[in-house]
C-alpha cells in the first residue's frame, strides 16, 4: 500500500506541488547541513585564546572537509537518480541493487578517508600554512573528522536513498537530529562546560562527527523502516560493475561538481594568504555564510533529480518540462531572498564571529559583492539537476567546471595582482565570483537548449 501510494505520488501529483512537498524538506535538510559548516566556527571564534588562529584552521582544514561530502553526496546523487528511473520503470530488483551497490561503496569510501585520516592530514595542513599554532589546529581537527567519517559517508547515501522513493521528510528529520546534537556538543566540549574538560578545537571536531553519526544511524533505521520499495540484504551489496558504472556515470559528475568547490576554496586560500592571512581568514568565513543561500539551491536540486528521472524513466515528456520549469523557478525565488537577506544583514553576520579590524571589514564586503552572483549561481545549480536527472553528466560537469575552475581562477589571479599593489582594490578580488558565475549560466542555457532537443523532444 505505501509502495503504491508513493508511486503514484511521483507519477501523478502536479510537478508543482509534488516539488514543493518534497523540495521543502530537502532544502530544510541541507541549510541543516550548512549549520555543520559554520557552528564550530562560530563558537571557536570565542574561544577565550587564539579564537581568529582557530577559526583560519578551520578553513584550511574545510576544503578536504568539502571533498569528503562532494564523494559522499555523489555516490548517493547517482544511487537516487539510478534508484529513482528504476522504480519509474517498475524494475524493483535493479532499484534494490543500486542501493546496495551504494551502501558497499559506502564502506570503500570510509576506508580511504581513515587511511588520509591516520597518515595524510599533515602534508595536506602544511601546504597551506607555515604557523605552527594554526597547523596543529587544523591537524587535530581534520585527523579526528577523517577517522570518524562513517556518519558523513553513511548519512549521504541513506539520505539520498529515502529521498529516491520520495521519503524526504525522513532524511529531513535525521539532519536536525545530527545539527542539534553538533550544536549543543559544540560549547560543551570547546569550553569545558558541564565538567567536561575544554577540548578548544578538539572539542568542535568531536561535537561534529558525533552529529553526523546521529544522522547516519537515525537514517539506515528510517530507510529500513519506510524505504519499502528497495529490499535490503547482503546479497543487494554484492558488489556488480555495471551498476556501480552506472550510479557513478551520474555520480561521477556530480563528485567532481563539490570536488571543485574543495580544490577552488583550497587554491583560493593559497592565492589569497599573498594579501594577507585577514583575507583567507575573510573569505573561509564567507563562504561558510553563503552555504545556508546555495545548499537551500542544493536541497531543490535534489528534489529536481528523483523528479525529472522519475518521469524520463516513465517516458513523460509533459512531467520533465514541467519538473524543468518549476525547479528554475523556485531556484531563482530562493536565490533573490537570498541576496536580498545577505545584502541586508552583511555587518550582523560578520560580526557574530568576534572579528575586527582588518578581517571584519573584509568579510562584509565579501558577503556584500560575491552574493550579487547568487541568481546566476542558483540557476547554474538548477541545470546541474535538470543534466544530471536526464542522464547529461556531462552537461552538469561542464557547469561545473566553468563556474569553479575556468572563469574564476583568472580573474582571481588578476585582482590580486592588483590588490597586492593597493590594499584599496582588495574588494575587487571578490568580482572574480559574479562574473564567473554570469559567463557560466550563459553556457548553461545553450546546454539546456541541446539537451532537451536530444533527450526530451523526442519522446511522445
Not at 177 to 201: C, K, R, S, T
Request: hydrophobic share 55%.
Amino acid at each position: 500500500m505505501e509502495r503504491e501510494k508513493n508511486v503514484s505520488a511521483m507519477a501523478s501529483v502536479p510537478v508543482g506541488r509534488l516539488m514543493l512537498s518534497m523540495g521543502i524538506p530537502m532544502i530544510l535538510s541541507m541549510v541543516l547541513q550548512a549549520v555543520y559548516n559554520i557552528v564550530d566556527s562560530a563558537f571557536v571564534s570565542n574561544m577565550k585564546e587564539n579564537g581568529e588562529e582557530a577559526i583560519n584552521a578551520l578553513t584550511l582544514a574545510f576544503p578536504f572537509q568539502m571533498l569528503m561530502v562532494a564523494i559522499a553526496i555523489g555516490t548517493g546523487v547517482g544511487a537516487n537518480a539510478l534508484v529513482s528511473k528504476s522504480l519509474g520503470q517498475g524494475d524493483r530488483e535493479k532499484a534494490s541493487k543500486s542501493a546496495g551497490n551504494a551502501m558497499f561503496m559506502g564502506i570503500v569510501i570510509y576506508a580511504v578517508f581513515l587511511l588520509f585520516g591516520l597518515f595524510g592530514t599533515d602534508i595536506y595542513i602544511s601546504s597551506q600554512t607555515s604557523n605552527p599554532l594554526i597547523a596543529d589546529m587544523a591537524n587535530d581537527y581534520l585527523s579526528l573528522c577523517c577517522i570518524v567519517s562513517p556518519g558523513i559517508v553513511f548519512f549521504a547515501v541513506f539520505e539520498k536513498l529515502l529521498q529516491s522513493a520520495g521519503h524526504s521528510v525522513y532524511s529531513t528529520i535525521a539532519q536536525i537530529a545530527g545539527a542539534v546534537v553538533n550544536i549543543i556538543l559544540d560549547p560543551v566540549l570547546i569550553y569545558g562546560w558541564l565538567g567536561f574538560p575544554e577540548m578548544g578545537v578538539k572539542g568542535a571536531a568531536v561535537a561534529t562527527v558525533a552529529g553526523q553519526c546521529v544522522s547516519f544511524l537515525l537514517a539506515l533505521v528510517f530507510h529500513v523502516k519506510v524505504n519499502k520499495d528497495i529490499r535490503n540484504g547482503i546479497r543487494y551489496m554484492k558488489p556488480s560493475a555495471g551498476i556501480i558504472k552506472e550510479i557513478y556515470s551520474i555520480g561521477l559528475p556530480a563528485i567532481i561538481a563539490q570536488a571543485l568547490m574543495s580544490f577552488m576554496t583550497y587554491g583560493l586560500n593559497i592565492i589569497l594568504v599573498k594579501i594577507g592571512e585577514p583575507m583567507v581568514t575573510a573569505y573561509g568565513l564567507y563562504y561558510k555564510i553563503q552555504q545556508f543561500i546555495l545548499f537551500a539551491a542544493f536541497g531543490l536540486r535534489d528534489a529536481i533529480i528523483p523528479i525529472i528521472s522519475y518521469s524520463h524513466g516513465m517516458g513523460n515528456r509533459r512531467r520533465i518540462t514541467d519538473g524543468m520549469k518549476y525547479g528554475m523557478l523556485y531556484t531563482l525565488i530562493i536565490m533573490i531572498a537570498g541576496t536580498l537577506a545577505a545584502e541586508l544583514l552583511a555587518s550582523p553576520l560578520s560580526t557574530v564571529f568576534g572579528l575586527s579590524g582588518e578581517t571584519l571589514e573584509l568579510c562584509k564586503s565579501a558577503i556584500r559583492v560575491i552574493s550579487i552572483s547568487f541568481v546566476f549561481a542558483g540557476a547554474n545549480i538548477a541545470f546541474q539537476g535538470i543534466f544530471q536527472a536526464l542522464g547529461g553528466g556531462m552537461e552538469s560537469l561542464v557547469i561545473s567546471v566553468c563556474r569553479q575552475l575556468v572563469f574564476i581562477f583568472p580573474f582571481v589571479f588578476l585582482f590580486v595582482y592588483i590588490a597586492e599593489k593597493s590594499s584599496e582594490y582588495n574588494w575587487l578580488v571578490w568580482t572574480s565570483f559574479p562574473i564567473a558565475e554570469i559567463l557560466t549560466a550563459a553556457i548553461g542555457a545553450l546546454l539546456l537548449k541541446r539537451i532537451y532537443k536530444k533527450k526530451v523532444a523526442v519522446l511522445e
